[in-house]
Every structure is written in C-alpha cells, then in structure tokens.
C-alpha cells in the first residue's frame, strides 16, 4: 500500500479529495493513520517513507483536528492490543 507525505496529505483534505479517513489499532497499542480516494487506499508517512504510528489515537485526532476541518474518521480497533489480551 502507498504512503502519502503530509504536505500531500493536508492537500487532500483541503480539497476533500477523499472518501475517508481511518485510524488502525495496531497490536503494539499504536495507531496508523489512511487515507481512502478514488485511486486506493494510502498510508501517512514521515518524510523518510516510514508510515508514521501515533502512540495514541487522541495523538491522531488532536492532529487532524487542529490541521483539518475533517468531521468523521472511523476508528478500527480490531487488532489494537489484541495480543495482551490473549495473555
């Protein structure tokens, strides 16, 4: 999946250039951040290419709040933590 700088990224919302925005829980606690247009899914990434994890998704939703006027992001929490809790 393609990664998506965040100049870009800021673009695009700008512009609503998108479908939506997804927060995934990953099984370290972190967050990653995608982005859904026309042309596919697209991860956000620092600007050395790495996707870029939020520790927390308030860290995400503080950031897109205070850069964006984004309304809805669907946070997924499926495999958020999943592994602590199998212990």
């Known amino acids: 999946m393609p990664g998506i700088k965040t100049r870009e990224l800021l673009d695009v919302l700008a512009n609503g250039d998108f479908h939506s925005i997804q927060l995934k829980g990953l099984q370290n606690g972190s967050f990653v951040m995608m982005i859904e247009r026309r042309s596919g899914f697209f991860y956000h990434e620092n600007?050395?290419?790495?996707?870029?994890?939020?520790?927390?998704?308030?860290?995400?939703?503080?950031?897109?709040?205070?850069?964006?006027?984004?309304?809805?992001?669907?946070?997924?929490?499926?495999?958020?933590?999943?592994?602590l809790r199998k212990r």
């Open 47 to 83: 600007s050395n290419g790495v996707i870029k994890e939020y520790p927390r998704v308030d860290n995400a939703l503080i950031w897109l709040k205070r850069k964006s006027t984004v309304k809805a992001v669907l946070v997924d929490i499926e495999i958020w933590q999943d592994d």
